[in-house]
């Protein structure tokens, strides 16, 4: 069993417990935050703190710790999980609710201490970087019915959680999604990239899509490398019709999209650029 963090605790995560009364389980009242590590070495750990504070102060949580306080929690938590998780490929789940309250209560108590909670998992080994050695990911596309606060990473993911099964019901690895206006703006779980003509492009950052940290890391990675990048809008029909698609998470890196909807992107193989941006991003990815 592995050892998670509660409330200041290191325990078994089956000794890891709140209370029904916690706002995270009533309302979904938090932000979370998973950091990938790698042998020990984080990716992306600032911009990972840096996001999650952001999204503490937007629904106004004061953050319970320094960035030197959770880089210990953090170290601590791989450390003591080394023997469960052999692989050395650990994946860091932070989760941060408003607390637990006396009563149900829509409105934001005060004078209540935040509910931290932390906890090690195992996640895929790194991204090969040949393209004959890839898992090629086939995904749905669905308009989007979330909220539209999507870049604050909160812990209320109903609407993520549907239209991700909505892709695990199709067979499909993930669900890709589009606004009012048929643009693409994200996936259930991951950023969007495209490729065509050479060009890489993902969806600029606004209320509608999450500011990935593994998308900034992939940006600048790419951009290092001399590829082109462009943060701009394209629709559903730019997408069916690009050369490649890619999904980038903390968890899948940068994953190749092969089929979206039943329909194969370029040839339907992983692509040449893909191979060339898995490069750079593997090159850099410890430098974030």
Request: hydrophobic share 40%; aromatic share 10%; charged share 20%.
């Amino acid at each position: 069993m592995t050892i998670a963090f509660l409330n200041g605790e290191y325990m078994p995560l089956s000794e890891a417990k709140i209370s029904p009364m916690d706002r995270g389980f009533l309302f979904g009242d938090g932000i979370y935050e998973v950091i990938p590590t790698y042998s020990g070495k984080a990716v992306g750990f600032k911009g990972h703190t840096s996001r999650m504070s952001q999204g503490l102060d937007a629904i106004e949580i004061t953050n319970p710790y320094s960035g030197d306080e959770w880089q210990t929690i953090l170290s601590s938590l791989i450390e003591k999980n080394k023997v469960f998780i052999e692989s050395g490929n650990i994946g860091v789940y932070f989760h941060v609710s408003r607390g637990t309250d006396t009563k149900r209560f829509h409105a934001y108590p005060k004078n209540i201490a935040p509910t931290v909670f932390g906890f090690a998992f195992e996640i895929a080994p790194p991204q090969p970087t040949a393209k004959t050695d890839a898992k090629p990911f086939k995904v749905a596309l669905q308009q989007d019915k979330r909220w539209q606060r999507c870049h604050i990473k909160s812990t209320s993911l109903l609407g993520n959680v549907m239209h991700y099964q909505a892709g695990v019901d199709a067979g499909v690895n993930e669900t890709i999604l589009y606004n009012s206006e048929g643009m693409i703006t994200e996936a259930s779980s991951c950023n969007v990239f495209m490729v065509k003509d050479g060009c890489i492009s993902t969806p600029p950052l606004n209320h509608e899509l999450l500011p990935g940290i593994t998308r900034a890391i992939a940006i600048e990675a790419f951009k290092q490398a001399g590829l082109v990048v462009t943060e701009t809008w394209f629709s559903k029909d730019d997408l069916l019709a690009a050369d490649e698609v890619w999904l980038t998470s903390s968890s899948k890196e940068v994953a190749p999209v092969v089929e979206v909807e039943g329909k194969k992107i370029g040839s339907g193989e992983v692509g040449d650029i893909w191979e060339k941006a898995i490069s750079a991003y593997h090159a850099y990815k410890f430098q974030a």
